[in-house]
Every structure is written in structure tokens, then in C-alpha cells.
């Protein structure tokens, strides 16, 4: 599977974004695909994943409320809403399909990372 992330860039605190993973070689189906984060220095975080069967969502605690990820069945695609974005926010965004979690060695596949700018 091929992962193909977009949608990132520079947004003021408080504002919204849509990321979006596209997967190219295979479709979706029997994996979760998942939005992991990462800032230098630092190890990579998980956002969120969702069960491309079951859409089945699980958010990290610092972006509940916040965050929605969603499944384009059509398109092969999974959404990652970014509502009410705080400067914490900033980071290297990586989707990944795999088998599920937030543990990223659960993951087999990763995209290219899209950044995310969030400004005070």
C-alpha cells in the first residue's frame, strides 16, 4: 500500500484544517489507518486511527473534542478534521496503515509527512 498525505499548512490558532491520506496499490480494507505526529527532537505521537471495516475511531487524549477522523470509502481516502487547532498542534503529520492502535510499530505502511503550522 502507497500513502499519499495532504492537506497541511498554516493555520492561526483557532482555525481548521483537513488532512487527508490517500492510499494507492491496494485499497483500505482489513487495515486501521492511523494520523501520527511528530516535532523534532521528540518521539513520534499518536493522533488518531480509525478501523477501515468497522470505522471505528480512537483519538489521543490531547486532541479529543477536537480532532474527527473519518474513512472516504469511495475514494480510498481517511480525513482527519483539525477543529479549534492550538499551537501544540504544530508537527510533522504521518498517516499509516496497519493493524491498529496507537502504538506506531503497529503500523506496516506510512506516507510522506505533511506539515502543520499552527500560529499564536
Known sequence: VQL???GGGLVQA????RLSCAASGRTFSGYAVGWFRQVP??????VAAIRWSSARPMYADSVKGRFTIS???PNNTVHLQMNSMKPEDTAVYYCAAGRDGPAARGY???GQGTQVTVSS
Request: charged share 35%.
Open 108 to 110: 506496516e505502511y506510512w
Open 71 to 73: 474513512r472516504d470509502n
Open 4 to 6: 499519499q498525505a495532504s
Open 41 to 46: 527532537g521528540k518521539e513520534r505521537e499518536f
Open 14 to 17: 483557532g482555525g481548521s484544517l
